[in-house]
Structures are given as structure tokens and as C-alpha cells.
């Protein structure tokens, strides 16, 4: 089978490692991987990235000249993507951009031109619903009437896109799986000793932007009504609410237990997530955010959820978006914004070692079923071969 998957997402190889896996499970599987040749990424890492050919085995990365170099939607191909399509004649043509994406239409086009006659599918995560008005209606409409396969990365844009009168198969899978070699149980002893742990002291855990809608203020509310127990607060990341974040800790009484790591190297992420006794994520939908055609934002996985499991770290998430489908039994699961529910939560981890233990286990057990990159890259084969 020969699979060619489009997408910017690519460009880092530490994300191509569920495909890599997909070109080792079979014998005659063949991948290529067509990135933007320049592709500006934005936030933090604010510079154009210059891709590189990559191969490893039956599989290959090929940089694909572009237009647009940092937006998703607008995303397409130069006149070499022909040769590539001519010379690898793929069977199945993935297109990880959404549902409105030019670069979805344009591969769809030209596999329809060049007569190869492979099963165009696109990937998406966007989980809430959109209208779309002339002429986005008929980009839209030509990429869904000509889709074979729907990856999505929530079951909520399933929902979405059924709205939307697409009917064809579909299967609910992130976009990437988590590396079980880097995230793994390990205790890290002198890390915590460093960020002035005491060995009494339950370290809660956050890891991800400091913005309202992940919800770091309930988070910060609830831990204010359990001063009573002996805990700390580690938070890794940064965002716009950092401020105000530091003033409400204050006049909660708890920034002495605070923690907050605003950089850390990919490499290094699981090491803290080992120091942590729980994970939380709060995060809270809202429709204060509008693109040209929607409005909101809630959850659309949380892959930190998946990277604490696989390292036997108990998980608590809010019921936002795709978190109750991911964590399952493996956590405990509250109602967005509720503190005392979340309070509730926290202190069950706190109190009840036991049931942190069951849960930690749970969590890993089903992170190792569901979200290694091997689980995704069979997965992801056995759904091509329902289509092929």
C-alpha cells in the first residue's frame, strides 16, 4: 500500500514517528510525507523553518514548494507535487488540513487529473459548528463530496461534519501518538529536591498556556481551599494570564507553593511530568474566539493527558471538549468551571493513595492500548484497508 500524507505538521521529525511506525507494519507499506518546503510556524517559535528530505527505509520526507507559509486553510502546492504524485502513484492521499482547506482540493483535483484514482481523506480537529457561505461553501462542499475517509481528532467534529451531510467512513484518532520511550514511569528524586519539594508535599500539575480558557483560574481556586493539605503547584508554560495569574495567588494565599517553569525542552518535559503526583487539565469552552466562519473553543484533545498517563501519573480533566473520551476510566473527569468539583477531585488524589494508584495504573494501561504510535499506526492501516 502506498500512502501519501500532506501536511505542515510534519516539518518537526519527532512528529512523524506514528507514520515511520505505519511504514514498518507491513512489508510492501510505502509512506511519503509532503511538507511545505518554508513554512513559518508563529507564537514563540516566530521564524520561517526551511524543510529537509528525510528517509528512513519505506519511508520519506519530501519538502513540496508553497504558497501561503503559516496558514493551514490557504496551504497548496507548487507544480513539483505533480512529478512526486506521477513517480509514487499513492493509493491513499491523506490531507491533514480540514475540511476547507485549498490543499485538500487541490490534491483531490489532481488525483482526479493524473487518473490515479487513490481514496482521498482529510484530518481535522475542529469540534464545533461552522457555517460556511459562497464561495467557501463550494470549496467546502467539492472537498466533502469527494472524501473516501474521515480522520478526525474528536468525535465531536464527526458530529460536526455529519452535520454538514458527510456520511462517509470516519475514525476518531489524535493526530499524534505519545512516545512511551520518552514519557515512562521514572522517579525523579533530585528534580524535585531542586524546585524545592518537600518529600510530604503532593505536586499538582499543569503543563500548557496561561490563557483563560484552559481554565489555570479554577485550578488556581479550587487548590486555594485546600491549604490544609501539604501540596505544591507546578505549572510549565506561559501566556497572557501569567499576571494576573500571580496577583490572584496572592490574594488566594498560595503563590509561596507555587512553581512555574516558562521553558522547557521538549526532551525534558517528561522529567517534570514525573515529579507530578497528579495532572490537571481545566480546561473550559468558550465563544469568545471567531474565525470567518465560527465562533469558540473547547477542547479538542489534550495530548499532555496522554503523555502523563503513559508515565503512571493520575490524570484529572475537565468534561470540555474531547477530555472525558481520552481519559475514560483512567482519571477523574469534572464539570467545566465547577471548583468544587475539581476540589473535590484533587483532594480524593490527595487523601486516597490508593485510588490515585488504581487510577494511575488505568490511565497507563490505556494509554499503551489506545495512544502509543504503534496502537495509532495500526489503527490508522486497518481503517485504509476498510477503504482501499
Known sequence: MRILVASHTYIVDLNCEKLKTLSQLEPDIEVTVVVPRRWRPGGVQNKIIES????????????????????????TFGTDIISLLREFKPQIIQVEQGAKALG??????????????????????????????????????????NTHGLVAGNQDAVDVLQQHGYHGSSIVM??????????????????????????????????????????????????????????????????????????????WGIKDRMIVVESVAHDEVPRYINVMNTLVLPSETTYKFKTLTAAGWKEQFGHVLIEAMAAKVPVIGSDSGEIPHVIGDGGLIFPEGDIVALRSCLEQMMTQPDLADKLAELGYQRGMTRYTNKALAQELLGFYKTIA
Open 52 to 75: 529537509k528530505p528525510r528517509q528512513s527505509g519505506s519511508f520519506r520526507v519530501v519538502p513540496i514548494s508553497n504558497f501561503s507559509e503559516n496558514n493551514q486553510g490557504l496551504l
Open 104 to 145: 485538500y482540493a487541490q490534491l483531490i483535483f489532481l488525483n482526479q487529473l493524473l487518473g490515479l484514482k487513490a481514496k482521498n481523506l482529510f484530518f481535522t480537529w475542529w469540534n464545533l459548528p461552522y457555517q460556511v457561505k459562497f464561495p467557501l461553501s463550494v470549496l467546502h462542499e467539492y472537498n466533502l463530496k
Open 174 to 251: 489524535p493526530q499524534l501518538g505519545v512516545d512511551e520511550t520518552l514519557f515512562r514511569p521514572q522517579l525523579q528524586p533530585e528534580l524535585r529536591s531542586k524546585l524545592g519539594i518537600e518529600p510530604d508535599e503532593f505536586v499538582v500539575g499543569f503543563v500548557g498556556r496561561f490563557v483563560e480558557e484552559k481554565g489555570i483560574l479554577t485550578l488556581g481556586k479550587a487548590l486555594a481551599g485546600l491549604k490544609e493539605f501539604p501540596w505544591k503547584w507546578l505549572l510549565l508554560g506561559r501566556g497572557e494570564l501569567q499576571s494576573v495569574l500571580m496577583e490572584k495567588a496572592v490574594e
